[in-house]
Structure formats: structure tokens, C-alpha cells
């Protein structure tokens, strides 16, 4: 039976999500993006209220929701503000290779820090040389008795000046190509981690976005997760995971964008009428609301496969490569509708526009997602599974 009602649970949180976007977020969104301010305080209070950390587990101090509950909530992070949404809900990404390769003690360590304050982690897997090619990446571990010792650099690393460890892939052998990368866990404060610079972005400017670099960092070797030279894979499993997530808040993005131009047209008066009533306008907002609707439907689905304990890296990148996209054209659209106002930063479409663009580029891009997608539907892994048929 396939059943698109929200249960009363979930659409408590959802409202719990979107009150908090609407009360705390909101109103300081575009006074943050205009300064690029970090949003601390914000985030301690969204830690307090419980829409941080969803996916830690209740036995390493989380709420333990599911990946459909963490959609419900990043959709409105998005609508609220996607940069300061992209702050909220980065530790689910540094965090999902501890969850899926971490010991026990490595998952208590770390996790629990993160359940016990609001602390921050982040995903250290880009580098300057390898961006989609992530076998290319040049950042080096070397075993040296129990100890691994960590050289390279990592850029785009989002929260990277704010978070208290990093889970870095690095080469354990160069020679193999992706069968020769690990990924640790590193902690912020061990000598040789240093913040080299922060971004200065076009979008998304309430969050925090860095280079990372690590000059013979010595990290014990628990710290590894899951086996030697197994990283590639526990990055790609990690983006499953988190790729719907990325997919609901672009949700969100084009919702806000929607909702904005559908008021301004039935206000905005040209020929004696409200725009509204221009067939050339009702158009646009028909197709925006279906892009969105359709968007909706294939994030909960990704997001419900996992949670029925399937592979949906198919789901995932469809999911992903089209919210993306649609919070690209919806909000293009958004400010089509404003006319001249919508290129004006009084008006709140732009920053809105200039905010999806990242969609299209973090956490794999539209193109990467179409790779993705080709290859599962010309060559699918494992074609029984439902998430790849
Ligand atoms: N789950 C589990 N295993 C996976 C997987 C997945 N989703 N995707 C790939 N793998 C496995 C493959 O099965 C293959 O395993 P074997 O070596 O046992 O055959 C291995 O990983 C290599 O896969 P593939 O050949 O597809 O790797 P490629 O190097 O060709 O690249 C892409 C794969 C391009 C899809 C990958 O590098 C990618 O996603 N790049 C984008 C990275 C990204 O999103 N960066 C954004 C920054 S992170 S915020």
C-alpha cells in the first residue's frame, strides 16, 4: 500500500521545525547573509530543542529519528534559511561514517559529544585537485606503530572553523585508487590542524565554509573508520544517506521562493489587474508547484527506503539532482515574477536565488547525480534490490 499521509508524530516535528524556522530563523536570514554572520546562537538553540544530531542513535544520546523525520525537518530549515539550515545540519554528514564504520568506543566518544553540547563536526572529503573525483584526492595517512599520521589539505569543508573533529578520508595506499582510501576521525584541537581560510560565497553566506589543513597530524589508529582502504565506499554510503537531506532543504529553498512570488503576484498590479491574473504568470507558478510537489515525492521516497533498511543511491541522486535543480529554476522563476524588484536585495527572492545555486553543486553535482543515476539504471549493483530497480 503506498500512503503519502504523514503520521501525527511526524507532523508534530514538522511543526516543530517550522515553527522554529519561522520564529528563530527567518527574521535574521537575510540580515546574516548580507554579513555573513555565523549563526551560534541559533544553533544552540535548535541543539536545545532537539532538531540537531536526528540521526545519532538513542544509545549514543540522540533522538535516533529516521531519514524521512530528518527530511520533514531540513525541508523547513531550508524554507526558513538553507545557509543557516546548511549550519544546523552538517554534523548528520560528518557524522554518518562514524554511525556506519565507527567501534563502539568511537561511536560513544563522538557522538555523544555531539548529544551531550552543541558541538560541531564536519565532512572532510574535497580537496582543491579532487572535487568529484574523489579518488584523486592527494591527503595522505601513514601507519606509524598505533598512531596514523595525517598530511593534505581539505577545501569547501562546510562548519570546518567551528567544529570540534573532522571525519577526514585520506590515502592509506597510493597506488589503488579508490580501494587505497581510509577515513579517520580528527580532532580539532591536535597539533598540525589548522583553519586556513574562509570562503566568501555567492549564496548560502550564514554558513561557515573552510579549508582545512593537516601537517603531520597524529591520530591514534582507533580512530579509523571502519577498515583500512574501505573509505571510498563509506563515503559513497555516507552520501546516500545524506543526499536526501540536501534534497529536502533545496525543497525548502524553492517552497519559500514559491510561496514569496504567489503573494507578490496577487499584489503586484500591471494592466488593471494583479499579475496574478496574467496567464503568462499563472503558468510559471503552476509549473513551480509541480516541480516542488515532485521534488517532495522523490525526497520522502529516498528517505523511506533507507529507513526500510534499502540501498537507495538511485532514489538518492534522482531525489537530489532534481530538488536541486528545481530549487535552481523555481527560484529563477521567483525572481522573473518580481520583475525588476526581484534583482534588488530589499526584495527577498534573490538571496534566494543566489542560496540554491549550491544545490547544484554541494554534496555531489547535478551532473555527478546524473552519473550516478546512468550508471544505476545502464549497470544497476544490484538490480534486485528495490532501490535500484
Ligand atoms: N554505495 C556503496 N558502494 C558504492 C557506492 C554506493 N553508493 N557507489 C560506488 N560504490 C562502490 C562501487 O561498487 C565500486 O566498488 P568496487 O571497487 O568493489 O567495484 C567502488 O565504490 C567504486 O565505484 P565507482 O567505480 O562508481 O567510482 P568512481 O570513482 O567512478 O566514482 C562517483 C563514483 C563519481 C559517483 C563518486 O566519486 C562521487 O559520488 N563523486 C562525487 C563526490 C561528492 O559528492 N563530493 C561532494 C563533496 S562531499 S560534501
Known amino acids: ?113 555531539l548529544a551531550e553540547e552543541p558541538k560541531l563536526a564536519s565532512f572532510c572529503l574535497t580537496e582543491p585537485d579532487a572535487g568529484s573525483d574523489v579518488s584523486g584526492m592527494r591527503t595522505t595517512a601513514v601507519k606509524m606503530g598505533d598512531q596514523y599520521v595525517i598530511n593534505g589539505s581539505k577545501c569547501f569543508i562546510t562548519n570546518g572553523g567551528y567544529a570540534d573533529f573532522y571525519t577526514v578520508y ?113 503558468f510559471m507558478i503552476a509549473d513551480m508547484a509541480t516541480k516542488i510537489e515532485a521534488a517532495r515525492l522523490l525526497v520522502w521516497q529516498s528517505g523511506a527506503l533507507l529507513d526500510q533498511g534499502k540501498r537507495n543511491t538511485l532514489a538518492s541522486s534522482h531525489a537530489k539532482r532534481f530538488s536541486a535543480d528545481t530549487a535552481m529554476e523555481v527560484t529563477t522563476d521567483a525572481v522573473q515574477i518580481y520583475g525588476g524588484y526581484g534583482f534588488i536585495k530589499e526584495y527577498p527572492v534573490e538571496k534566494l536565488m543566489r542560496d540554491a545555486k549550491i544545490m547544484q553543486l554541494y554534496e555531489g553535482t547535478s551532473q555527478i547525480q546524473r552519473l550516478v543515476i546512468a550508471r544505476e539504471v545502464l549497470m544497476p549493483r544490484r538490480a534486485a534490490e528495490p532501490a535500484a530497480a
Open 1 to 113: 500500500m503506498v500512503d503519502f499521509t504523514l503520521t501525527d508524530e511526524q507532523k508534530d516535528l514538522r511543526e516543530l521545525a517550522h515553527n522554529f524556522a519561522e520564529k528563530e530563523i527567518r527574521p535574521v536570514a537575510w540580515d546574516y547573509d548580507r554579513d555573513g554572520t555565523w549563526p551560534q546562537e541559533i544553533i544552540e538553540k535548535a541543539w536545545e530543542v532537539g532538531l540537531m544530531n536526528t540521526h545519532i542513535p538513542t544509545e549514543y544520546g540522540g533522538p535516533g529519528l529516521d531519514y524521512l523525520a530528518g527530511c520533514l525537518i531540513e525541508e523547513e530549515m531550508g524554507w526558513g534559511c538553507s545557509g543557516i539550515g546548511t549550519s544546523l545540519m552538517c554534523n548528520g554528514l560528518a557524522t554518518a561514517p562514524i554511525v556506519i564504520g565507527g567501534s563502539e568506543e568511537t561511536k560513544r566518544k563522538y557522538l555523544g559529544m
Open 170 to 282: 585520506a590515502k592509506t595506499d597510493k597506488e589503488a585508487g579508490h580501494k587505497g582510501i581510509s577515513a579517520f576521525v580528527v580532532d580539532r584541537n591536535l597539533d598540525g590542524v589548522t583553519v586556513d581560510k574562509k570562503e566568501d560565497k555567492l549564496g548560502q553566506r550564514a554558513s561557515n565554509t573552510a579549508t582545512i589543513s593537516f601537517n603531520d597530524v597524529a591520530i591514534p589508529a582507533e580512530n579509523m573508520l571502519g577498515e583500512e582502504n574501505h573509505g571510498f565506499k563509506l563515503a559513497m554510503m555516507t552520501l546516500d544517506r545524506t543526499r536526501p537531506g540536501v534534497a529536502a532543504m533545496a525543497v525548502g529553498i524553492a517552497r519559500a521562493a514559491f510561496e514569496f512570488a504567489t503573494d507578490y503576484s496577487k499584489e503586484r498590479v500591471q494592466f488593471g489587474v494583479p499579475i496574478a491574473m496574467h496567464q503568462a504568470i499563472q
